[in-house]
């Protein structure tokens, strides 16, 4: 077979596939290919972390709050130094924002290229409970010279610079799936080779969905217009699903076609979701695959960061119905 058509076959391996993007990418020198196997090795280990935390005795709270306010869950922790320390030692990246760190952690080498925005684990409260979980990353390349220090504009960039991103789902298999601007691909991990198989390349999701992901304990505290799109969907007969992890609800959406909603609510007036580790990289990927990502007035991939943390309102998915849900909102507004 021609070699382009062995590089997008299923079955061959995120190691080979990435090789050969590389060598599609005219300029591309190597140090993003390096920086996806590094995630790639820290997504091997959390994931064995994961699989055996009943047995380790990591589940369960850390017994710290975290800047969010939550209680950080022991494999929070866990999984945040298996990525730090996968990045650091890979040498391509000079600075995190985690999710679970307060401040930016700037490595001492600072001769990376690149700026990753991490939620080392989405999903915390499904941990203990044995329920899909993730991991959620944004690349960036800094934007001040190499080897100087870091500045506030490597760090604040709009999800429109991202050069790459991604996520892993820690599932009844593990994939891990992402985009550095050309498509959408998915990898299958298999255990007992140590390697992510390509196993759903070029992934698009359906322009419309049955499907709606949305936490309606918290349906009081919406607006009429979101709350008339969802009485909508029951007339309809949708289908409700909500995980409480946003990759597993991202991932089947843009598998099957669906929408998922975190909306501003009367306690929180931007969400829970974070823009910069949650957000960013999940509209990258949905646009990427035919999407749509909005934070019910811009298109998140727009919106310019002013903190480390902010949250945004976040709906996201198949196109028709994103579109929809915004235009009862303008109905309203
Ligand atoms: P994280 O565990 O990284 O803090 O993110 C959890 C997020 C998201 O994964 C999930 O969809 C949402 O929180 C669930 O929030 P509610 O429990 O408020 O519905
Ligand atoms: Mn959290
Ligand atoms: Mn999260
Ligand atoms: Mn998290």
Not at 81 to 89: G, H, T
Request: proline share 3%.
């Amino acid at each position: 077979p021609d070699q382009s058509g062995l590089a997008n076959s299923v079955g061959v391996t995120l190691d080979r596939f990435i090789k050969k993007k590389q060598d599609d990418f005219t300029f591309a020198s190597g140090e993003l290919s390096q920086l996806l196997r590094d995630i790639a090795l820290a997504a091997k280990i959390v994931n064995r972390e994961t699989n055996r935390a009943g047995l380790s005795r990591i589940s369960g709270s850390f017994g710290h709050t975290n800047i969010q306010g939550e209680d950080q869950q022991k494999l929070d922790v866990i999984a945040n130094i298996r990525f730090m320390r996968a990045l650091s030692k890979g040498g391509e990246v000079c600075a995190i924002i985690s999710e679970e760190d307060d401040e930016v952690v700037e490595f001492k080498n600072k001769s990376g290229k690149y700026v990753v925005a991490i939620d080392p684990l989405d999903g915390s409260s499904n941990i203990d409970v044995n329920v899909s979980i993730g991991t959620i990353f944004s690349i960036y390349r800094r934007v001040t010279p190499i080897g100087s220090q870091i500045r506030t504009e490597d760090i604040m960039q709009a999800g429109n610079t991202q050069v790459a991103s991604g996520y892993i789902i820690y599932g009844s298999s593990t994939m891990l799936v992402y985009t550095t601007g050309r498509g959408v691909n998915g990898f299958t991990y298999e255990p007992s080779l140590g390697e992510f198989f390509l196993s759903h390349p070029d992934m698009k999701a359906p322009q419309n969905g049955e499907i709606y992901s949305i936490n309606e304990g918290i349906y009081n505290q919406f607006d009429e217009g979101l709350k008339s799109y969802l009485q909508l969907c029951k007339s309809r007969k949708l289908c409700a699903r909500y995980i409480g992890s946003l990759v597993a609800d991202f991932h089947r959406n843009l598998l099957k076609g669906g929408i998922y909603i975190y909306p501003a609510t009367s306690s929180l007036p931007n969400g829970k979701l974070r823009l910069l580790y949650e957000a960013n990289a999940l509209a990258f990927i949905a646009e990427q695959a035919g999407a749509v990502a909005s934070n019910g007035t811009n298109r998140i991939l727009d919106v310019m960061p002013t903190s480390l943390h902010q949250r945004t309102p976040l709906i996201i998915g198949s196109k028709k119905m994103v579109d929809e849900v915004l235009a009862i909102n303008n109905k309203f507004s």
